[in-house]
C-alpha cells in the first residue's frame, strides 16, 4: 500500500482525557489507512497530556502531538492545521468518533474531482443514545454549482456540521483560510462556511459519519452575551467573504440556519426535557417560531436586550406546548 499521506485528521484536545481513547479506536479502526492524526493539547489540566502520549506510543500510523499554553480551540486548530501534510483535511473533536468508513466513504467521492463532500452527522448522548438521525431522499448528490448548496442549507433541506467533510488543503492554503481566534463560539461554523464561499462544488453523501457527542457540560448549553455577539460577529465576517466572492447575500441566511438549527434546537431539547426527541420542531409552530428568533438572534444585536428577546421567546414557546 502507499504510505502517502492523503488525509490529515486535526484534534484539539482540551481536558478530554476520558473521551480521547475511544476517538483513538475509531480512527485506528478505519479501513482507509492513508492518514496523519494531529493532536494538539491545548493547556489541559487533567492528566490528556499523558493519555495522549501513551497514545502516540501505540499508534501504527503518523501521530503528530503537540502541547501549547491554553490559548483556545481556534489557535489550538490553526497549530494543527498549519502542520498537515495531506492533501485532505478532517476535524474530529476530542468527544466526539467516527465510523469505521469514515474517511474512506469521503475520500471515495471528494477524490473524483469535487472541492468537498460531506455526509451526515449523529447527534448522541454518552450512554449513545441517539437524540435525532437525518435522513434524505436519495443516496448521494452532486452540487456542481456551490450556490445551489447554499440554498438547500438556505430552505433547510440539507443539514451540514463542519466536522462531517473532507476539506481540500489547497483551497485552505489558496486563500489563507484558519479559523478566527478572535472568536469564542461559532468559529468552526465560520470556518465551513468561508471555505465553501471558495469552492465550485461539493457533494452530499446521505450516510452518518460522525457521532456528535453532547453532555451536560456541552458549551452549546448555555446562551448569553458573548455567544451571541459572537455568532453576530461570526455572521458579518461571513458577509464580507460573500461580498469578496460575488456571491448573493442571502446565502448569509444558510449560515443563520445552521447555526440556529443545530445549535439552538439542541438546547431547546434540554429545555423542554419531557420530549425524547427533536420531531416537536417539526411542528408547524415551532418552524413559524424558529424564524421569528433566527432574524432577532442574529441581525442587528446589541446585548442585554437581545437577551431579554430571545426569554420572551421562550416564554412564548412554553406557552405553545402547554
Not at 502520549?53 to 500510523?61: D, G, I, P, T, V
Request: hydrophobic share 40%.
Amino acid at each position: 500500500m502507499n504510505n502517502d499521506i492523503i488525509i490529515s485528521i486535526l484534534t484539539p484536545a482540551y481536558n478530554a482525557a476520558d473521551t480521547l481513547p475511544l476517538l483513538y479506536e475509531t480512527i485506528c479502526s478505519q479501513t482507509f489507512q492513508q492518514f496523519e492524526w494531529i493532536v494538539v493539547n491545548d493547556g489541559s489540566t487533567d492528566n490528556t497530556l499523558d493519555v495522549l502520549n501513551q497514545l502516540a506510543k501505540e499508534s501504527s500510523f503518523p501521530f503528530l502531538l503537540f502541547d501549547q499554553d491554553n490559548q483556545g480551540v481556534s489557535q489550538a486548530r490553526n497549530r494543527a492545521l498549519y502542520a498537515a501534510k495531506g492533501q485532505y483535511i478532517f476535524f474530529a473533536d476530542a468527544d466526539d468518533y467516527l465510523n469505521p468508513d469514515t474517511l474512506d466513504v469521503l475520500y471515495q467521492v471528494v477524490s473524483q474531482g469535487y472541492d468537498f463532500a460531506f455526509g451526515n452527522h449523529i447527534p448522541q448522548w454518552k450512554d449513545g443514545t441517539v437524540i435525532r438521525d437525518w435522513s434524505f431522499p436519495y443516496s448521494s448528490h452532486v452540487f456542481k454549482d456551490i450556490k445551489k448548496l447554499f440554498k438547500r442549507i438556505c430552505t433547510r433541506e440539507i443539514r451540514i456540521f463542519a466536522s462531517t467533510g473532507l476539506y481540500k488543503r489547497s483551497i485552505i492554503q489558496e486563500f489563507s483560510l484558519s479559523f478566527n481566534t478572535s472568536l469564542t463560539h461559532t468559529e468552526d461554523d465560520l470556518f465551513l462556511y468561508q471555505y465553501l464561499c471558495y469552492c465550485t462544488n461539493a457533494v452530499h453523501i446521505n450516510r452518518n459519519i460522525y457521532h456528535y457527542v453532547l453532555g451536560s457540560k456541552n458549551s452549546i448549553y448555555i446562551i448569553n452575551q458573548n455567544r451571541m455577539k459572537g455568532t453576530a460577529k461570526a455572521l458579518d465576517i461571513l458577509l464580507e467573504t460573500i461580498r469578496k466572492q460575488k456571491l448573493p447575500e442571502r446565502f448569509a441566511k444558510a449560515f443563520e440556519n445552521c447555526v440556529f438549527r443545530e445549535k439552538f434546537s439542541l438546547l431547546f431539547y434540554l429545555y423542554f426535557k419531557q420530549f425524547r426527541s427533536l420531531d416537536f420542531l417539526e411542528l408547524p409552530e415551532i418552524k413559524a417560531l424558529e424564524k421569528r428568533i433566527t432574524r432577532i438572534t442574529f441581525n442587528g444585536l446589541k446585548g442585554l436586550k437581545d437577551l431579554i428577546r430571545l426569554k420572551g421567546f421562550y416564554l412564548i414557546y412554553n406557552r405553545i406546548l402547554n
